[in-house]
């Protein structure tokens, strides 16, 4: 469980079947053996979640805290990162889905076209996909112009506040369920949610800190709440038709991923601030209930 940047594409190669709007996919070499499982328990495991012959996992880029890309177009991140050491804990071909937002992320692994996923954690998505104990903790801020009166997180769910987020994001179906008066606006994905804002004169923008900090960078005039205004806890998933079994053992690779370093490692090599492991478990309040 090393440091993965020095893994070849094999000969299969990078296959882009788009662009980034429309389904990407990478096919990476796979490690054999199945890892701790036993003989009996790995056919199986693999049978529900590889019906292809492949681990199929979904890669949502539309969050830079899990997934970008590198120089040369490859996918990479902490979710890669995971799909990659779980496929080759399953001695299995690894399948990339690269999208650019989490709706359709979600409609991948619970339509049955991915196997796995990487989501926040939201009673919604749920319906059909069963989560891990999260393995990243990401922090949700509102971002306002310089000028704006708004001060404090409370004060955004009025009457004529507008706030823009990411079409299909945790954000978008947090703020739905909590906010009362504001007015939600939705950008094509989670990274053009500041354009939008400008583009639209709303009074505010939610989403990942890291994406609003970088976008305050880019466009003068711009500041972050001194507070966030919720804790996204972001998980690996599989559609719960797997059964639980699948659901299980992808829940117990989380929590060895977090106690052996990977997590934290994965993190460090991307680059990543603002998102910290999550502890072992599942004891934490869900921020989005």
């Given at each position: 469980?090393?440091?993965?940047?020095?893994?070849?594409?094999?000969?299969?190669?990078?296959?882009?079947?788009?662009?980034?709007?429309?389904?990407?996919?990478?096919?990476?070499?796979?490690?054999?053996?199945?890892?701790?499982?036993?003989?009996?328990?790995?056919?199986?495991?693999?049978?529900?979640?590889?019906?292809?012959?492949?681990?199929?996992?979904?890669?949502?880029?539309?969050?830079?805290?899990?997934?970008?890309?590198?120089?040369?177009?490859?996918?990479?991140?902490?979710?890669?990162?995971?799909?990659?050491?779980?496929?080759?804990?399953?001695?299995?071909?690894?399948e990339l889905l690269v999208v650019d937002t989490a709706g359709k992320s979600v409609d991948a692994v619970a339509a049955g076209n991915a196997d796995i996923g990487f989501f926040a954690i939201d009673p919604k998505r749920g319906a059909q996909i069963a989560f891990?104990?999260?393995?990243?903790?990401?922090?949700?801020?509102?971002?306002?112009?310089?000028?704006?009166?708004?001060?404090?997180?409370?004060?955004?769910?009025?009457?004529?506040?507008?706030?823009?987020?990411?079409?299909?994001?945790?954000?978008?179906?947090?703020?739905?369920?909590?906010?009362?008066?504001?007015?939600?606006?939705?950008?094509?994905?989670?990274?053009?949610?500041?354009?939008?804002?400008?583009?639209?004169?709303?009074?505010?923008?939610?989403?990942?800190?890291?994406?609003?900090?970088?976008?305050?960078?880019?466009?003068?005039?711009?500041?972050?709440?001194?507070?966030?205004?919720?804790?996204?806890?972001?998980?690996?998933?599989?559609?719960?038709?797997?059964?639980?079994?699948?659901?299980?053992?992808?829940?117990?690779?989380?929590?060895?991923?977090?106690?052996?370093?990977?997590?934290?490692?994965?993190?460090?090599?991307?680059?990543?601030?603002?998102?910290?492991?999550?502890?072992?478990?599942?004891?934490?309040?869900?921020?989005?209930?």
């Amino acid at each position: 469980m090393g440091d993965f940047s020095d893994i070849k594409i094999s000969r299969r190669g990078l296959l882009i079947a788009g662009a980034l709007s429309a389904t990407a996919v990478a096919v990476l070499p796979s490690v054999a053996g199945a890892g701790d499982a036993a003989p009996g328990e790995a056919n199986t495991l693999v049978s529900a979640f590889a019906p292809t012959g492949k681990l199929r996992a979904s890669i949502n880029l539309g969050n830079p805290i899990l997934a970008g890309k590198d120089a040369s177009g490859a996918p990479r991140g902490v979710s890669v990162d995971l799909a990659r050491e779980f496929a080759s804990r399953l001695g299995l071909d690894l399948e990339l889905l690269v999208v650019d937002t989490a709706g359709k992320s979600v409609d991948a692994v619970a339509a049955g076209n991915a196997d796995i996923g990487f989501f926040a954690i939201d009673p919604k998505r749920g319906a059909q996909i069963a989560f891990t104990p999260p393995y990243v903790l990401i922090e949700g801020f509102y971002l306002v112009k310089d000028d704006s009166p708004i001060r404090r997180n409370a004060e955004v769910d009025a009457p004529g506040t507008r706030v823009v987020v990411g079409a299909g994001s945790a954000y978008d179906l947090y703020l739905t369920r909590e906010l009362k008066h504001a007015e939600i606006l939705r950008s094509p994905s989670s990274p053009t949610v500041v354009d939008t804002f400008i583009e639209t004169h709303a009074e505010a923008a939610a989403g990942v800190k890291q994406q609003l900090e970088a976008d305050s960078w880019r466009i003068s005039g711009l500041r972050l709440l001194d507070q966030r205004f919720m804790v996204i806890r972001q998980a690996m998933g599989v559609p719960k038709s797997r059964g639980a079994e699948a659901s299980a053992y992808l829940a117990q690779f989380v929590e060895d991923m977090k106690a052996s370093g990977f997590v934290a490692a994965a993190l460090e090599r991307r680059g990543i601030d603002g998102a910290a492991v999550a502890p072992a478990g599942d004891s934490m309040p869900d921020p989005l209930k």
